[in-house]
């Protein structure tokens, strides 16, 4: 396996197995912490609350766990499928975050208490009073998906650039 392949494919895996086990250690903590209904206010509206979210992101669409899981777990596929595309290390790092936390989302649907298949609630615990309560695999996919949009436009203004250079260097000279 080339240099380049080999980290085509570490990179995006050491980002992810980072994040799901740091996800991991946090809700195993914040479960066993806050599971009396304690809540720890930390600084200006940040506080850490349990919650258990059965829906879609930021708590929408309550229940649908077991619609969302599968399609979160096809996204996962889709992206490890198109790693050794991906043009540059930031590209790795952010497909890294967003595989780590959707895993990492998808493993607390499969083992939480809920109704069938997939259908247990994540694990949501850090709160900021004005917005959705969210957990350390959603910074995961939120980041890695602005970091993608970013390393994917950087690297297509990059082959613009060079392009551009290309056609250049190929244009006639004035001979005067």
Do not use: C, Y
């Not at 799901?20 to 304690?38: F, P, Y």
């Amino acid at each position: 396996m080339s240099a380049p392949a080999r980290r085509s494919t570490v990179v995006p895996v050491v980002v992810a197995v980072g994040v799901l086990v740091v996800d991991q250690l946090t809700k195993h903590w914040a479960v066993n912490a806050l599971s009396d209904g304690r809540v720890i206010e930390l600084v200006w509206t940040l506080q850490f609350r349990l919650t258990f979210n059965t829906g879609m992101s930021f708590g929408l669409g309550e229940g649908l766990g077991p619609l969302v899981a599968p399609l979160a777990a096809l996204v996962v596929v889709v992206l490890v499928w198109t790693v050794g595309r991906i043009p540059n290390r930031l590209g790795l790092v952010a497909v890294g975050l967003i595989i780590g936390g959707a895993v990492g989302n998808l493993v607390d649907r499969a083992v939480r208490a809920g109704d069938g298949f997939l259908g247990g609630g994540v694990v949501d615990f850090v709160d900021l009073q004005w917005w959705p309560v969210f957990n350390v695999a959603d910074m995961g996919i939120v980041i890695g998906a602005v970091l993608l949009v970013f390393a994917t436009w950087s690297s297509e203004t990059n082959a613009a650039g060079s392009e551009e250079v290309d056609s250049d260097a190929n244009a006639p000279r004035d001979a005067s």
